[in-house]
């Protein structure tokens, strides 16, 4: 079987979660498939493989609105001349181009991470037209997997469509003493609440300091992540934290330095707004850490019963729970128990990559 993706800017990943779903699945399947993945040139340097994937670089426009649209046409219009296989896109925007390799025999499939057209970067052009692409995602491809089972309840209201349910994972982590985030930035076990995402607006940090700024507590607020075509966004971020020493920006961060960051957190916060299926939610749950989350579905059916959460966008809400948890030790404790527990017992990578390759092989039989 051949398998090709499309919709990444590329594995490795330095950050994204559609890059990290694809970077987890691909090379569990190697041994099964000839996988390749269609990346983008300036995201990923000049290599031709990256753990028995094969890698196409393929040039496009790095603009907000252009990028993805045009490196998925470039990746369809190229897919469409190689053997046949299944070619799998992901998100949205790359789904209205779903129909085009069927034509020449390949099997298609989309993964849709979230409902891209509620981000509010997007101006009124832009959310019409990924609107409409979840009409191309549930109508185009041979089979739609969708991250979480709110999404799948979604497209049942929406388009009567029954899709495949296949979440996001994780693996065991490494826990870590707080070594090299101390030599940094002088943090030391449970003296922080931490937060990580690409900064834009969706994700919620604003709601987040502005919380964290009108709180009288000697703990730190660490913002991990960096912005992507979000200067503005991330320079407002900055100016919220403004005076206020506690809070510190890490930028981008991974490897044994995130390990130390999610270890050792007293608590993890998840402001957004919207999501998918979180992956730095899960992540977090299996460091043992006490969550608290906003209170959109997406999130709930991750902590609903296990961590905690808030009424989404509420700056007071955030603000009144994260002083109740700090106050309580024990509950902090008790709820990162809980949600290692959670997260390990019912989501892994391994099951995620098994889920997936029998999408695959059923298009492959049919």
Known sequence: MRIYHIGTRGIPTTQGGIERHIEEIAP???DRAEIMVYARSYYVPPMTEYKGVRIRRLPTMRTKHLDTILYALIATLEVIFRPNGV???HALGPSIFAWLPRLFGHKTVVTVHGLDWQRAKWGRFARWYLQACEIFSARNPNATIVVSQVLKQYYKDRFNKDVHAIPNGIEAPELREPVEISERWGLEKD???FFIARLTPEKGA???IKAFREMDTDKKL???GEGLNEERYVDSLHKLAEGDERIIFTGFVSGSLLDELFTNACLYCQPSEIEGLSIALLEAMSYNSCVLSSDIPENLELVEGVGHSFISRDVDSLRSKLIELLADPEEIAA???RARQHALENYSWNRVAEMTWDVYNRLNTD
């Open 335 to 337: 709820a990162g128990a």
């Open 191 to 193: 003296g922080y609440i």
């Open 222 to 224: 660490v913002i991990a």
């Open 87 to 89: 070619v799998h896109f």
């Open 28 to 30: 569990r399947l190697v």
């Open 206 to 208: 604003h709601h987040l």
